[in-house]
């Protein structure tokens, strides 16, 4: 008998344990009701509303913890989320607030308490913020609906934008390294109930806050988590333009001129900027004086004669010019070119005078120097070295500085008799080449010994087989 009651009651409390496991389960949006308190919920939220504005607050949230734990056990999530939306309002209604981030914090640590109350419960509170006018109470509301989400997915969205708010607080405070380091604790590229949309303001969010506190590697980073693809769409344009200036900036920190001749390539392209004259213009000047700035090779050269192309490039005529003497082959006067352009690109942003402008003028005075050792290669095969410098308009040294990087970059092939004072240009072999040459011939050579060994071979057991048939007659 003892063993025949007990059997049922351990049943009993174990499904009753699988029940809370299957509610608590990160994986489950769906639970059984088991008891329907619609219309208890109807006759009891009236009446803790007319308690609570009668200035008997307690009394109201007495009754409705009661009625939470009813729903709660009963596995009622409409009416559960019902009675957790009234709790919350009901205490900002009165101005408690104190109360109200306590109850927040214990409703969401009830024994199987329901998700899909919850996030409501979070929702509805999420709509106060906006009216709360105290700052230290707001902040301390943020951090209590900021602790109750951590962690737990069916509120990930409203926790990523209660952070975001709080980032914007310290921002506008100056505190901006804070700001940044709250929004980085977000991982908002693994949220999949959250919109794309939203996800990529984040991003971008996270991205403007380090390129201003400087933290180029951060940003570097996080710019991975946005798939350009995204911004295919037309309707995306502004954030594909905050997203590339973002990249431009971090590119010109880095020096690296051929990816911010890319980024502006990406912007000009953009519909809303073609069909703006002036910033059409102003994005193609950008293109062209970056991908002059870059260093010569084959993805530059090929960009570059891509760019040429562009019919646009005929209403600017100066800028047309420049990329053409870094087409042709030819060289380049350098007291010519400063004289005809510095003060048209001295008023352009990427030369103003300042530390980064003038290192880019030295850049592009530095190119234009690499095009004309590049020219110089394609039409010597030997040079002194003393006409070279006269044609550079360089000393020696720099000469032999700026020879000696384009030869170790692989951008020509060179040596120098430094004795003689001759720069020879003539291609030299690859030793693996050379080697492998060397190796096929020798493979050649003995091929043809064996055939020639063979053949002798063949020569010699004929004639002796007609001798023999000889002597035989």
């Known amino acids: 008998m003892t063993a025949s009651t007990a059997s049922p009651k351990k049943k009993e409390e174990k499904s009753k344990e699988d029940k809370i496991s299957e509610i608590m389960a990160d994986g489950a949006t769906t639970v059984k009701m088991e008891v329907d308190y619609s219309s208890t919920c109807d006759e009891k939220l009236p009446v803790a509303k007319s308690l609570a504005e009668a200035g008997k607050l307690e009394e109201a949230m007495e009754l409705l913890s009661g009625l939470e734990k009813q729903t709660r056990t009963g596995c009622d999530t409409h009416s559960t989320a019902r009675v957790l939306v009234t709790i919350v309002q009901l205490c900002y209604n009165a101005g408690d607030f104190t109360q109200l981030n306590d109850r927040i914090q214990d409703l969401v640590k009830k024994r199987s308490q329901l998700k899909q109350a919850v996030a409501k419960m979070i929702a509805e509170c999420c709509t106060f913020l906006d009216n709360i006018k105290d700052k230290p109470t707001m902040l301390k509301f943020i951090d209590t609906l900021r602790t109750v989400t951590a962690g737990k997915i069916y509120v990930e969205n409203e926790r990523a934008r209660l952070t975001h708010r709080l980032a914007k607080i310290h921002e506008k405070d100056d505190n901006v390294a804070e700001a940044a380091k709250i929004m980085q604790e977000l991982q908002v590229e693994t949220y999949g109930s959250m919109e794309r ?65 890319r980024n502006f390539r990406q912007v000009y392209d953009t519909p809303c900027i073609q069909e703006d004259a002036e910033q059409k213009v102003d994005s193609l000047k950008n293109i062209v004086l970056y991908i002059v700035l870059s260093k010569f090779d084959n993805e530059q050269s090929d960009l570059i004669h891509r760019i040429k192309t562009d019919k646009v490039l005929d209403d600017i005529p100066v800028y047309k010019s420049i990329l053409e003497k870094f087409i042709t082959d030819e060289l380049i006067s350098q007291a010519d070119f400063c004289q005809q352009y510095e003060a048209e690109l001295r008023q352009t942003a990427a030369f103003t005078r300042s530390e980064f402008g003038d290192k880019r003028w030295a850049d592009l005075k530095s190119r234009v120097v690499e095009h004309n050792i590049r020219m110089m290669a394609k039409y010597y095969t030997k040079i002194r070295l003393h006409r070279m410098c006269n044609l550079l308009a360089l000393s020696e040294n720099e000469t032999e500085d700026c020879l000696s990087d384009m030869v170790v970059a692989g951008t020509i092939s060179a040596k120098t008799d430094r004795l003689e004072g001759i720069v020879d240009f003539t291609q030299q072999e690859d030793p693996l080449e050379a080697l492998n040459s060397w ?35």
């Open 439 to 473: 190796s096929s011939n020798t493979n050649k050579l003995m091929d043809l010994v064996m055939k020639t060994t063979h053949l002798i071979n063949k020569e010699e057991m004929v004639h002796k087989h007609l001798a023999s048939g000889t002597i035989a007659e």
């Open 197 to 261: 949309t939203e996800k990529v303001e984040l991003i971008l969010e996270q991205m403007r806050l380090c390129l201003v506190t400087k933290d180029f590697i951060r940003t570097q980073i996080i710019s991975k988590k946005i798939s350009t693809r995204f911004f295919e769409d037309a309707k995306h344009s502004e954030l594909k333009l905050k997203f590339y200036r973002y990249m431009i900036e971090l590119g010109q920190h880095e020096g690296d001129y051929l990816e911010i001749c």
